[in-house]
């Protein structure tokens, strides 16, 4: 039976690698997919030929043209994956440090993009220092970055703003955007906050 299962998944994911390599560049949907891959996981199965085996395959999250149950394999070509070589043990681990927030930008996980309103976020696992450098994959050199910042962070490194450089942009900012800091701050510090306003009281 567990060998009957594996062979059914073994083949569903085969299925659609070869469609996608038979149709790249070309916008495919669900329903065709669904068919194609033979079994109610079909999804699970394109996302490990993206995650685990490299293929550029895209949806509506990575780019505007497709619209929400389409997938596009832009090219043969496997991309270099880091998070293939991490855990998801660690990569659970890095996500909830870093807050579900991208490290570069700060957009957050799921809600739309601060670059690009009609595309929700999504985090991969990037390295501060790349591999390509001497980096490791130590937890110490991971971080969430969405799929904006990591197509374009390939050796690149920003630092983050330091406390004087991030008061001084917010003071900078219009009142109602200083507003939405504020609300965001409490929302993620609501203890600190409210032991802050104890304090103003006392």
Not at 3 to 23: E, G, P, T
Not at 77 to 100: F, H
Not at 128 to 144: F, H, P, R, Y
Not at 147 to 166: M, Y
């Amino acid at each position: 039976m567990q060998q009957k299962k594996k062979m059914q998944r073994l083949s569903a994911r085969v299925k659609l690698r070869n469609y996608f390599a038979d149709h790249v560049g070309e916008v495919l949907d669900s329903n065709t997919l669904r068919e194609i891959g033979g079994i109610s996981e079909w999804a699970r199965r394109v996302r490990e030929l993206r995650d685990e085996e490299g293929l550029d395959i895209v949806t509506h999250n990575d780019l505007d043209s497709l619209k929400p149950n389409e997938y596009m394999l832009r090219s043969l070509e496997i991309k270099p994956s880091a998070e293939r070589s991490i855990s998801k043990e660690v990569r659970a681990l890095v996500l909830d440090r870093d807050g579900y927030t991208c490290q570069m930008c700060g957009a957050v996980a799921g809600e739309p993009h601060p670059y690009n309103r009609n595309q929700k976020t999504r985090l991969h696992i990037g390295h501060i220092v790349d591999k390509s450098l001497g980096g490791t994959d130590d937890i110490e050199n991971l971080q969430a970055l969405c799929s904006v910042c990591n197509e374009g962070a390939a050796n690149i490194t920003f630092a983050r703003p330091d406390v004087t450089r991030l008061l001084a942009q917010v003071r900078r900012a219009p009142r109602l955007d200083q507003q939405e800091v504020l609300y965001w701050l409490i929302t993620k510090f609501p203890a600190q906050a409210k032991r802050k306003i104890e304090e103003g009281e006392g």
